[in-house]
């Protein structure tokens, strides 16, 4: 027959794809830039029982579209079940499930460490081997800016913690396909 | 132009012919336009019987059904039917008032937040910020609430911006929501992959439900069953999608479905679901689910497909359109016939061996067996009426018992199981289709509950008749606390109830009585006869349980029949 489709269609062939991906996985999804689109995107998660490990809302070229990226656990979470659910919000424009190699992800996060004047050295270099940025000084406390993919980012945050860690804040990871030559 | 009043002329371009609705302060200038309108409004007693109505409304005429509730009270008093209409996917456009623009967010007097409170059972909303979206956004309400998946809208209007002057020019180009496209085609290959694997299969079933009537697919349903003497089982939502009476057909499945439709899909080697979504009303337990079946899941929604039970062969597409391109496939394959005789001899064995049953010592004379009633009812109308229901075991009993042939003539909860659905729903359809015969058929515990709705059947000549299934309890609760409770009732009797036939007439609608068998179907007749509303109090055995039952958590083939001691033949 046609192309495409085999001769014949035997029952004990037919196999399902498996639901689970078993890895990390950064949705890129465009919605339009209205009121409360936020709002059905996060209830749609809650409601359904998938868990967001992260969040980043953010303009972007086009300023009638918004972007929103978010990571989740593909061993835990049916992927393509998540992103059907999500198509389904009118204001959804496109979703993108970023393939790993293929994409430049980073975050940025904020430290705000404790530092002695016996450890303020120590720390210094630990920014220096991150090329992290020291954003604030105070008598007490530092203030060091990392960006990088999630995993230097709590790379940094187990160096520092051991030093007295005050407050850390991070933005959640955004990302963008690589450039093709 | 004053935006109320356009509000009016788009709804008339989308060809609205009827809406539903109560008043108040929010939606005063809609109210106001309305004067002048030219389409029907239905004044009901409570938002959620005008919720109700527009479902059921939707549901017997396939037209979007509408229904106005002005801000606070009125609006969260429609969140019931807005739920219900998602879960049963019924086109709907729910529009609410709100307060004036410059107090929402301050705790204005009756306002609420109800886009927030509607997002989670939407299939989307619109809050008016400019009064110049309200054309566009009535049109693209009825795009969404119509076209793939159906479901509710919502369009909140702020008082202040229903009453503000616009420009207007009718709306000539159609509607494009560029995150909104459905496909409906289903890809050809997929469809091939699915005709070969027929082919192939030694036990089919088709298994259909609601999207079969939503995409008005029954014709085409039938003519694939018939291509080869597929066998056909179908959810509650789906009945009449394919004729009762059809040689093909095992009856309803799930938890209340028959013997042989069960234990077909738990013997099957390949499932066809068309427009059913493996509710767990219908799986029972997951896991021990139709263990020997490959999938072919065919629905508009993807995302139905693969989220309760995998889809080896998922078809995304309008069943109207996939079905005549499987069964032109199928046919073309011209396959042996005889290679599902094996399977027939089985399906016909559990048929004889296992029919609905019910002790009918009593159906000459004397006490009304429930499933008695619903033989009488369809006696009565011929099997040709529309029929609503409130839900519980009066619900199943006409499920089971009714035998609906045509589409559209089996209006009920069944997603969300609102108590109070039948008598607002009747209403919605004797107005959608006022040359049909429309009964609701009722529970004694659900029909209180909407009951005010006889005063709207009175006062707008709304002549529905109501067939009270009256066993003195909120019978489906006590049934779950007699087998699965020690039978240790609790809240479950009704008690003291109201004297039905003095209630009826209290409103100025026909009250009857009937407490024996022999005289129910002609009482029927004499209700269907009448011409204006009526209320039937048909008194039925109090303790009668609703058989088979796969009790909760359990799997298909573990089903319970009713105790063959009270069979008598
Ligand atoms: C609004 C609402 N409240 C509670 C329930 C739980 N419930 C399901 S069936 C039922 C009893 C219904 O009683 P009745 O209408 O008399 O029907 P019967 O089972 O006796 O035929 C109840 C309380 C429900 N489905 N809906
Ligand atoms: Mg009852």
Redesign the pocket.
């Known amino acids: 027959m046609e192309a495409g489709t085999p001769q014949v269609v035997k029952l004990e062939d037919l196999h399902m794809p498996g639901q689970l991906t078993g890895r990390k996985h950064i949705l890129s999804i465009q919605v339009e830039n209205k009121p409360g689109v936020l709002a059905r995107v996060a209830g749609l998660f809650s409601r359904r029982g998938f868990n967001i490990d992260t969040l980043a809302v953010g303009p972007t070229d086009d300023p009638s579209v918004s972007r929103i990226t978010l990571t989740l656990d593909g061993a835990v979470h049916p992927i393509d079940q998540v992103t059907k659910q999500l198509h389904k919000l009118v204001n959804v424009l496109k979703i993108r499930d970023m393939a790993p190699e293929e994409t430049v992800a980073r975050e940025m996060a904020l430290f705000k460490v404790s530092s002695a004047v016996e450890n303020r050295a120590e720390i210094i270099q630990f920014a220096e081997i991150f090329r992290a940025k020291i954003v604030d000084v105070a008598r007490r406390t530092m203030t060091i800016e990392v960006t990088g993919s999630a995993d230097k980012i709590e790379a940094f945050e187990r160096m520092v913690r051991p030093h007295g860690l005050v407050e850390m804040v991070r933005t959640g990871e955004i990302a963008i396909g690589r450039g093709h030559d | 132009m004053r935006a109320a009043d356009t509000l009016m002329e788009s709804l008339k371009a989308e060809g609205v012919k009827d809406v539903f609705g109560i008043p108040g302060g929010a939606n005063l200038p809609t109210y106001d336009a309305m004067v002048d309108a030219e389409f029907r409004h239905v004044q009901v007693r409570h938002e959620q019987g005008g919720g109700h109505a527009a479902e059921g409304y939707a549901q017997a005429s396939g037209r979007v059904g509408v229904a106005f509730a002005t801000s606070g009270p009125g609006a969260t008093n429609l969140v019931t039917a807005i739920a219900d209409a998602m879960m049963d996917s019924v086109p709907t456009v729910f529009i609410t008032g709100q307060v004036r623009t410059e107090l929402i967010g301050t705790d204005g007097f009756q306002e609420a937040d109800i886009l927030g409170a509607t997002l989670p059972f939407v299939k989307h909303s619109f809050a008016v910020t400019d009064p110049r979206q309200i054309p566009e956004y009535v049109h693209e309400a009825f795009h969404l609430a119509s076209t793939g998946r159906p479901g509710p809208v919502l369009l909140d209007i702020p008082m202040d911006l229903s009453r503000a002057d616009i420009d207007y020019q009718p709306r000539t180009e159609p509607v494009e929501l560029p995150g909104y496209k459905p496909s409906t085609e289903g890809n050809i290959k997929q469809i091939r992959i699915a005709a070969k694997a027929l082919a192939n299969a030694r036990r089919p079933i088709f298994y259909t439900g609601g999207g079969v009537i939503n995409a008005n697919a029954s014709e085409e349903l039938r003519e694939l069953a018939g291509s080869d003497r597929f066998p056909v089982t179908s959810t509650l939502m789906g009945l009449g999608g394919f004729p009762a009476s059809h040689e093909n057909f095992l009856g309803m499945l799930g938890m209340h479905g028959t013997y042989a439709a069960n234990h077909a899909m738990d013997k099957a080697d390949l499932i066809v679901a068309i427009g059913a979504r493996f509710d767990d009303r219908i799986t029972g337990k997951l896991e021990e689910f139709a263990p020997h079946a490959k999938v072919i899941h065919i629905d508009i929604d993807p995302a139905e497909i693969s989220k309760n039970v995998g889809a080896h062969i998922p078809i995304v597409g309008d069943a109207k359109q996939v079905l005549p391109k499987l069964t032109r496939e199928y046919r073309a394959l011209q396959t042996d016939t005889s290679r599902l005789d094996e399977w027939w001899n089985t399906l016909r064995g559990w048929q004889q061996e296992h029919p609905l049953f019910y002790d009918e010592s009593s159906d000459q004379s004397g006490e009304i067996k429930p499933q008695f009633m619903i033989r009488a009812m369809h006696r009565a109308t011929q099997g040709d009426a529309i029929i609503t229901s ?6 199943m009993w006409t499920a089971q018992y009714y035998g609906f042939d045509k589409p559209r003539r089996w209006i009920n909860s069944g997603g969300l ?4 659905f039948g008598l607002p729903s009747a209403i919605g359809a004797k107005v959608a289709c006022p040359d049909e015969q429309v009964v609701c058929i ?6 209180i ?1 909407n009951i005010q709705e006889m005063a709207t059947c009175v006062a707008e000549d709304v002549p529905v008749k109501v067939f009270l ?1 009256n ?1 003195g ?5 006590r049934q779950w606390q007699e087998l699965f409770w020690d039978r240790r009732y609790s809240s479950v009797d ?1 008690g003291t109830s109201p004297d039905w036939v003095k209630l009826a007439e209290a409103f100025g609608a026909k009250g009857m009585r009937c407490e024996d068998a022999a005289d129910l179907e002609e009482q029927m007749v004499a209700a269907l006869e009448h011409d204006g509303p009526v209320l039937l109090d048909a008194r039925v055995a109090r303790e009668e349980n609703c058989y088979p039952m796969i009790p909760p958590g359990n799997a298909a083939r573990d089903m319970v029949e009713a105790p063959r001691g009270s069979q008598v033949s």
Do not use: K, P, R
Not at chain 2, 417 to 420: A, C, L, R, S, V
Not at chain 2, 442 to 447: E, R, T, V, Y
């Open positions: 409130d839900v519980g075991q009066h619900q199981g609102t108590m109070g009722a529970g004694d515990g659900s029909l509950m299934m066993n309890y909120m019978g489906m609760v009704m």
